[in-house]
């Protein structure tokens, strides 16, 4: 395995400011700090380059001659191993449990309806608070019978497809969207992955304007208030009469704007979860 070459550095008060002013102005890639429980401040670099480590050591001395300054190597981190211990399973709503695809244990342990989504760059890994307030919404939908197998969803800003599969395991056909590339192919993995057929979940590319085969009975969208209120007319035409609609990425503080936008569809039951409101409609 590469080694990383690494510099730690102990500072407190005016020595760690001048320090910081110095690495704020040489090292572009960033560095650690460390509050450590003598009131000191630890510092630590990492380069592949160990004359960036010579030439930068020269001149903090030239600054702060006494200063506490070790240099060391460490084996590199292998980042897509290191990415698996920060990845945990997440139980969502009464039905779910989002897995990463390396889980077996956890999915052979599990009594729920296992989600597995490859962590990569779309969003959608359940750990945000936004998307398990969906999962949340969809369970409760399901377990209060107003949504059933063999009905329609729409996922509209489907990012690593989360939802879709959630909606699809619960047998579900539908369509999600996303205007995002990496999204739409992130989407089409899991699907993959989730043995989910593909035309029980069919990705688009886009949003509102390249969905197909609406109104749905189940509307799902997880994007953020401002892209909420914009498509609110086009969006509530996609909900069918008696369908539902459960819109998340709103903060509390907008979820009264967002709930008069959408005032044609009733009063919404609202969810919330840290700093983020769920808003979950039945259209009667
Ligand atoms: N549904 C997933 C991902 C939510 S992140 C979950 O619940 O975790 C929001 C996603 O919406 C992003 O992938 C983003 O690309 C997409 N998005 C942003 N604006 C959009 C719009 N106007 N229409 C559709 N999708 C949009």
Redesign the pocket.
């Known amino acids: 395995m590469p080694e990383l070459n690494r510099m730690e550095i102990i500072a407190s008060g005016e020595e760690a400011e001048l320090l910081t002013a110095l690495l704020a102005l040489r090292v572009n890639h960033g560095w650690e700090e460390e509050d450590l429980p003598s009131g000191e401040t630890l510092f630590r670099v990492h380069t592949h380059n160990p004359l960036f480590f010579q030439e930068l050591e020269s001149e903090l001395r030239s600054y702060l001659p006494n200063l506490d300054l070790s240099l060391d190597q460490i084996p590199e981190l292998d980042w897509v191993e290191g990415w698996k211990e920060f990845f945990t399973p997440v139980e969502a709503g009464s039905r779910f449990i989002v897995l990463a695809p390396w889980m077996e244990a956890e999915r052979a342990a599990t009594k729920r309806t296992p989600i597995i989504i490859e962590p990569k760059t779309?969003?959608?890994?359940?750990h945000?608070a936004?998307?398990a307030l969906?999962?949340q919404a969809l369970s409760d939908f399901y377990d209060a019978g107003r949504i059933k197998s063999g009905q329609t969803f729409l996922?509209?800003?489907?990012?690593?497809?989360?939802?879709?599969i959630a909606a699809a395991k619960l047998g579900l056909t539908g369509i999600?969207?996303?205007?995002?590339l990496m999204?739409v192919e992130n989407s089409l993995e899991n699907r993959e992955i989730n043995a989910i057929a593909p035309e029980a979940f069919t990705v688009a590319r886009?949003?509102?304007e390249a969905v197909s085969g609406g109104p749905f009975d189940l509307v799902?969208?997880?994007?953020?208030a401002e892209?909420l209120l914009?498509?609110a007319p086009g969006l509530m035409a996609q909900v069918k009469p008696g369908g539902c609609l459960a819109l998340?990425?709103i903060l509390i503080s907008q979820a009264e704007k967002v709930s008069q936008a959408y005032a044609a569809l009733g009063e919404p039951r609202i969810f919330t979860r840290d700093e983020w409101a769920c808003l979950c409609f039945y259209a009667e």
């Open positions: 779309a969003f959608g890994t359940g945000h936004t998307t969906c999962l996922d509209l800003g489907t990012g690593s497809g989360i939802l879709g999600g969207v996303d205007p995002d999204a886009g949003s509102l799902l969208a997880n994007i953020l892209p914009n498509l998340s990425g």
